[in-house]
Every structure is written in C-alpha cells, then in structure tokens.
C-alpha cells in the first residue's frame, strides 16, 4: 500500500460527460502528478500541483483540468468525454516539488467512455 | 525517436535465470525512475537514481550517465516478478514532468 487513494476505482460513463477523479496524496506529501496510461499511448504525464499550486503541465487536452485543494487533495476533471479518453488514471504524490523525488503511486481508476 | 527506449520489450524467462532490462534515452537527465506494474495495473516506484548503482533484495539498477543508458536486473527470478517494467526519465531542462518508456513485459515460468 503506496498510501495514495484514487477514487472511484472503476467509472463507466457516456461520450460529452463529464467526470471527476479524485486523489488524496501521502500523508506529508506536497506534489501530486496526474497520467493518463492508455493502450495505444502508454503512460503520459498530464499536469503536477505542490502545496496548491500548478507546477508543471504535459500533454493536458484542454476539456481537462485540476486542481489541488488546501488539504492537498487533488481533483482532476474530464469534461466533454470522447471515447479516446478510456484509460487509467494514476495519481502519484512526493514529498518535493521535483521530478527528482521519488513518486508514490495510487491504484489508478479505470475511465471506460461508450 | 522515443526519448526513453526500452529492451527488449517481451521476455519470457524460466525461474531462477538473471534478468537484465534496458533503457537508452535522448535527453540529458537529472533522475530515472524504474517502475513495476502488475498485471492488476497498480504501479509500484522500484528506484530513482542519477548515478551509479542501487540494490533492493533481488533487484538492481545501474545507471550510466555519459552513455545515456540503465539496467535494471533481476537475480533468482521468480513467477511473482512478473509484470511490466517501466523506465521514466525526468529531464534536466526544468520541466518537472516525467517520460516514460513503453515498458518490457516479463514473464518467469515456474
């Protein structure tokens, strides 16, 4: 157990809904960081808060967006939801605001879009 | 061209052999990360190095900075390790994203 809960575990939903993901980091971590691990791209990064604020954005389409909350739980929303957007989503969480700390990962939800 | 390249990207190996995975990158980095998937898709974070080597029980990273290359390496395998190995890299030009390899999936047969 990384110490990292994502919920839901599983979301099926419908193709223009919108969705909201949930991720409470390690106790005393500030970074959490969003990917998206689809079949045919592979794990990618989408976008890192520390302590509140944006760090860092990857390939975040812009129907997505987050946040993260004072109580350093982070939300990552999917609107406009296409097909393509099936895949699992990990958060991670550490205790700096760099890549070059070590990444603690959540067990992922499953996003099916039909 | 990946930035993060990985080999080989199947093995299938019997209990017991010495397992060596690759990883070649483009770009000059500042950590690299080893990261094992299991079949249920959670991912554990295996190692973070910038030099050098590290060992935890059976396995092993190594890193080489100038020859932008690291392995990772299993000793007495078994079928537990079974999984999917992914290599990350985090690039020394500021960004703090990580990118990863397509990962090499391992099989042990018992």
């Known amino acids: 157990d990384s110490g990292v809960t994502q919920t839901p575990k599983h979301l099926i939903t419908a193709t223009g809904q919108r969705v909201t993901l949930r991720c409470s980091p390690r106790s005393g971590d500030l970074s959490v960081y969003w990917y998206q691990q689809s079949l045919d791209q592979g794990l990618q990064f989408l976008i890192q808060y520390y302590n509140g604020e944006e760090r860092a954005k990857g390939n975040i389409l812009e129907r997505f967006s987050a946040q993260q909350f004072p109580d350093l739980h982070s939300e990552l929303n999917l609107s406009s939801l296409e097909l393509g957007d099936s895949a699992l989503y990990f958060c991670?969480?550490?205790?700096?605001?760099?890549?070059?700390?070590?990444?603690?990962f959540g067990p992922g939800t499953r996003l099916t879009v039909t | 061209k990946n930035e993060v390249e990985q080999s080989p990207q199947n093995l299938t190996a019997q209990e017991g052999e010495f397992i060596t995975i690759n990883c070649s990158y483009s770009?000059?980095?500042?950590?690299l990360h080893w990261l094992q998937q299991h079949p249920g898709g959670g991912i554990v974070s295996l190692f973070m190095?910038?030099?050098g080597k590290k060992k935890h029980g059976r396995l092993i990273a190594t890193i080489n900075i100038q020859e932008k290359h690291s392995s990772l390496h299993i000793t007495a395998s078994h079928p537990r390790d079974s999984a999917v190995y992914i290599c990350a890299v985090r690039s020394n030009f500021g960004n703090e994203k990580l990118t990863f390899g397509t990962g090499t999936r391992l099989t042990i047969i018992p």
């Open positions: 770009v000059g980095i500042s950590a």
């Open positions: 190095l910038s030099s």
């Open positions: 991670a969480s550490s205790v700096g605001d760099s890549g070059s700390y070590e990444q603690y």
